[in-house]
């Protein structure tokens, strides 16, 4: 458990105070590109062993129906099939589990459907898995696919997040009797009804945050090899957090020992949450291996990845402003209908109970009341994308503030000047709980303003209007918590070469954490970045690990990398005074190496390894720290659009946001997670949408249909940071993986409503913005 002195020196609060060569606040370059962009990177399908049996997933085409397998045996039976489960042969396993299990508001507990590795008689959405085919090849496997006969009988389906709510909707689960899981509040009712009926005026809004699909480069895979000389199956996954996996695989579906089961996980190319969990595929494999003996493999396509991975977003929000005469908020009243999807993902519950929390994002709303409903439906299930639950959040109220000012009049800054928290009453406690230690909110706001020209917009907008273009500027001011109070244990050790390996229970899929990590390592070792090695996603390496998820890597493993590299220091130096015959305190570390300071005498940290007498267990240190807080990283987003009424197209002609992370570990790597949540935020806004029909059949199942954002859809974005130090983290830092998602969804579709109210009078309008959306509704107004 950390205390607050071994912590207290691990980095200093600004970078004047921290030159360290190699360590936190430079902007060093990534050590991992090298090996990726040279072809060197070990993806999941890179590890595929010579010789693997390969797997498919026969999957249901109906969004509801009962079905009957009918040559079963007659697949099993043809050349090259090595296995055909169906959920006869799974029936003795575990449900896949759901971790964010939540306390309804009136409900002892939450009711949980069965969530079985293959379905038995019945399919609940497009995609829903029916058997698991095991061949030499992928292709026979696809043929065994194709062979295996199914009578279908159709049934009544919803798709619709608020159609799910109506009397007359199918229900997905009749045991449950409505398509409502569980009700979920944040909040005081009473206090809220009240500023209510005091209002001087009340804005109300409703907005749609639609589903999408996280499109990460690699798709979810999983290979199984069997255990030899009575060890454990190794199962190699794509994921973001590989005990995570074993721990729910082993506990709750294989029902077996941890030490059975080894999962590794190497290079990702990308997660955003969606490979936070575990997936059938991944017990099924194992399941095969044990039964075959063999090595089994499945890899998704592109395809499959959108018809079996876990979606995003898909809610449904009515939100209300209650004002005073002075254009104070003194209310804020939201109620959300909140698509699950047709079972409970692994996070599913918790994302939709825990994102309301943020609500009054940066103001100082005295009462607020926000009501929650998940409800199921016959599609795929929702689960954590690039935010969980914050993004939501914040599009309610950046929305919802803009809304107010076109409403009242008021610019949509001067009303977030009139109403933003001060830096004087931190810390605050929000209306819903949540409590914010820091932030200079107006600060970065100005900032932002200054950097991106505001004043002069209406310039630009007349110049526009001359070549028959309409301008828009738009902005948001967010707030979100991440980091989480859990611990991450890192352990370092010196190895007889003199480099250290680091392992450490996180996982990177893209963010740079060998890179990050080893500087929080140099600082005390002073080795140069190359010479630390990360180890990540192997649960034979370390008995625990939390993953990366919630941007908790940074803020939570990031001191305890710096503390068990002090650790680590201090016992070289114990190691090395005897020989250097030198007190410990006049000992320094410099260079890799052990000296006395103001002399040329010293050890190499090989040297040190080398010792015939050398404790092995002084070679290795292991600290953790426990965050005593989540941490509250905020900024402002401002964004310029131009959109030409004759095709609807919307093109973004300006970026700019200054945002506040606390302490910069790497200006570099910061700036680079900012611009990849920016263009996410911009593909919600303008162009992705998953679509289901009214039967619940995916339209939107490949790239053909669904819109990824281009590089010619984005401009440079204009990036600072105005940073205040987290006053509950000892470094203080504030995450900062999913900040630029946040702030980015709600600014571009404030530019684009500024748009098309100045140019047609159009006050609301709902993502995605794409051209012939945009045409329709100028061509509506007439």
Excluded at 19 to 24: D, I, L, P, S, Y
Excluded at 112 to 132: C, K, Q, T
Excluded at 416 to 441: C, H, K, L, Q, W
């Amino acid at each position: 458990m950390l205390v607050a002195d071994p912590v207290a020196d691990l980095a200093p609060r600004t970078l004047e105070e921290h030159a360290v060569k190699f360590g936190v606040g430079q902007p060093h370059v990534r050590v991992e590109d090298p090996s990726l962009l040279t072809g060197h990177g070990r993806y999941l399908a890179d590890r595929l062993p010579e010789g693997a049996l390969r797997a498919v997933v026969v999957r249901s085409p109906h969004a509801h129906a009962r079905f009957r397998i009918v040559n079963a045996d007659a697949v099993r039976d043809v050349p090259g099939v090595r296995l055909v489960l169906t959920a006869e042969d799974t029936a003795g396993y575990g449900s896949v589990p759901c971790q964010g299990v939540i306390k309804p508001v009136d409900e002892e507990a939450m009711w949980l459907p069965p969530h079985p590795l293959l379905v038995a008689d019945e399919a609940r959405y497009v995609g829903d898995a029916i058997a698991f085919i095991v061949a030499d090849t992928l292709d026979g496997a696809r043929d065994a696919a194709e062979a295996l006969e199914i009578e279908w009988e159709p049934l009544p389906a919803i798709a619709d997040t608020k159609g799910a709510v109506a009397e007359d909707a199918p229900v997905v689960w009749p045991e449950r009797g409505s398509n409502v899981a569980f009700r979920s509040e944040v909040g005081n009712r009473e206090a809220t009804e009240r500023a209510f009926a005091a209002a001087h005026r009340v804005v109300k809004l409703e907005l749609v945050n639609q589903r999408v699909v996280a499109n990460y480069m690699e798709t979810r895979g999983a290979i199984a090899e069997p255990a030899a000389d009575g060890g454990p199956v190794t199962l190699t996954v794509s994921t973001q957090g590989s005990h995570a996996v074993r721990n729910a695989l082993c506990d709750k579906v294989l029902k077996i020992p941890h030490d059975q089961l080894r999962v590794v996980t190497g290079d990702v190319g990308g997660g955003f949450g969606a490979k936070l969990g575990t997936y059938r595929e991944y017990a099924l494999v194992v399941i095969a291996t044990q039964r075959l003996d063999r090595t089994v493999a499945w890899i998704a396509d592109r395809t499959e990845h959108f018809l079996g991975d876990a979606h995003g977003r898909d809610n449904v929000t009515v939100a209300e402003m209650a004002l005073d005469k002075d254009n104070r908020f003194i209310g804020l009243r939201v109620d959300t209908v909140a698509n699950l999807g047709a079972y409970l993902s692994f996070f599913g519950p918790f994302i939709i109970a825990n994102g309301p929390g943020m609500l009054p994002g940066v103001y100082a709303i005295p009462a607020a009341h926000a009501v929650a409903r998940g409800v199921y439906t016959n599609t795929a299930p929702i689960d954590a994308y690039r935010g969980a639950g914050r993004p939501e959040a914040a599009y309610v109220i950046e929305r919802l503030v803009d809304a107010v000012a076109h409403e009242i009049g008021v610019p949509a800054d001067e009303l977030r000047r009139i109403n933003f928290i001060p830096p004087d009453a931190m810390p605050y406690t929000t209306a819903t709980g949540r409590v914010y230690d820091s932030g200079e909110f107006a600060g970065h706001l100005a900032r932002a303003q200054e950097i991106a020209g505001w004043k002069g917009f209406e310039k630009r907008y007349k110049e526009a209007q001359k070549h028959g273009r309409v301008r828009g500027l738009g902005l948001s001011s967010y707030i979100e918590a991440c980091g989480g109070i859990s611990g991450e244990k890192a352990k370092i050790c010196i190895e007889p070469d003199g480099t250290a390996t680091l392992f450490i229970g996180t996982q990177s899929n893209g963010q740079g954490h060998a890179t990050a990590y080893a500087q929080f390592a140099a600082d005390h070792l002073d080795l140069p970045l190359e010479k630390i090695v990360m180890r990540q996603g192997d649960t034979a390496d370390l008995p625990t690990g939390g993953g990366t998820g919630g941007s908790r890597s940074i803020p939570a493993g990031g001191p305890s990398v710096g503390m068990a590299a002090k650790k680590l220091a201090g016992q070289l130096k114990e190691l090395a005074a005897e020989e250097l015959e030198a007190p410990v305190d006049k000992l320094e570390i410099v260079d890799g190496a052990v000296r006395v300071i103001g002399s040329n005498r010293l050890l190499t940290f090989a040297a040190l390894a080398a010792k015939a007498d050398a404790d092995p267990d002084r070679l290795v240190a292991v600290d953790i720290y426990k965050p005593r807080a989540p941490t509250y990283p905020n900024g402002t987003h401002i964004c310029e659009v131009e959109l030409d009424p004759e095709s609807g197209k919307i093109s973004i002609v300006g970026y700019w946001v200054v945002d506040d992370f606390g302490l910069t570990v790497n200006p570099l790597l910061l700036e680079g997670q900012i611009h990849g949540g920016i263009v996410q935020g911009i593909g919600q806004a303008l162009g992705e949408q998953t679509v289901y029909d009214a039967s619940g059949q995916l339209l939107t199942a490949s790239l053909m249909d669904y819109a990824l954002p281009h590089a010619d859809d984005v401009v440079q974005v204009v990036f600072e940071t105005r940073n205040v130090p987290c006053r509950t983290h000892e470094l203080g830092i504030k995450g900062a993986g999913e900040a630029g998602t946040i702030g980015a969804t709600p600014a571009v579709m404030n530019a684009v409503i500024d748009a098309l109210y100045r140019g047609f009078g159009i006050k609301q309008f709902d993502m995605p913005a794409t051209p012939s959306r945009v045409w329709e509704a100028i061509r509506a107004r007439g």
